[in-house]
């Protein structure tokens, strides 16, 4: 089974320039999300789409961020304009949706991808 | 490969012997917990999970023990082996909601 695909892997832009990362979740998942980790602590979430609705954005920085799932599969983050602060690594991760554990599991268990590095100079 | 974190915990272990890593939890709210873990490079990958129901849930080679009294998770991987080589994150959620919260992270070196 082919795991959440993400791209780029890595992006340095300057300041003010705006960027877009790219996620594609696992096959017949329901909920994506978008994570934000900053180097040396853990992802923190910045939105969570069920389908093609928002669940959760409250810790998305709407004057700057957004986010879009418009045919319920693929995802973008967009970043405009970017900070220094932003540096990080993005994270998407997707599951089957609520209330529908795997096998085995207790919970909706979220799958991640590899991440983007990103590096605003 | 990147580093995901430079200043973690670390916790050194010689390869073979047992490793214990421990979190601490927040919300006494929380049912629901996780452990992570990251390799350099990587998305967190899910190790094994435990509802607030249970005080001990085992897997392949890992254990997970629950304190609630004392809001306190720890993950005991048997046998440990380079590969556990990782940075490993628990995380916790509540029932009414499937947000998860990460803790900040434990490095584990396993000595050869």
């Known amino acids: 089974e082919a795991g959440v695909a993400q791209s780029p892997r890595y992006k340095i832009i300057e300041k003010r320039q705006s960027v877009a990362f790219w996620c594609n979740p696992i096959s017949g998942h329901a909920t994506l999300y978008w994570y934000q980790q900053i180097l040396g602590q853990g992802p923190k979430l910045l939105i969570q789409f069920q389908n093609n609705g928002v669940v959760d954005d409250s810790q998305l920085p709407k004057d700057r961020f957004s986010a879009e799932r418009l045919k319920g599969v693929d995802s973008t983050l967009k970043i405009q304009p970017a900070k220094l602060e932003d540096s990080a690594v993005y994270l998407c991760a997707s599951s089957l949706g609520p209330r529908r554990a795997a096998p085995g599991q207790n919970r909706d268990t979220q799958y991640f991808g590899p991440g983007t590095r990103l590096t605003v100079l | 490969g990147e580093s995901v974190g430079l200043h973690l915990p670390t916790l050194s272990v010689q390869e073979g012997d047992n490793s214990i890593i421990n979190c601490a939890y927040s919300n006494s709210a929380s049912d629901y917990f996780i452990w992570y873990k990251q390799e350099s490079g990587k998305g967190p990958q899910f190790i094994i999970d435990i509802r607030s129901n249970m005080d001990k849930r085992q897997g392949q080679r890992v254990t997970v023990l629950l304190n609630k009294t004392v809001k306190h998770l720890s993950l005991q991987i048997a046998a440990t082996q380079p590969g556990d080589s990782a940075v490993y994150f628990c995380?916790?959620?509540?029932?009414?909601?499937?947000?998860?919260?990460f803790g900040s992270g434990t490095r584990l070196l396993v000595r050869p």
């Open positions: 995380a916790e959620s509540g029932d009414s909601s499937y947000k998860l919260i």
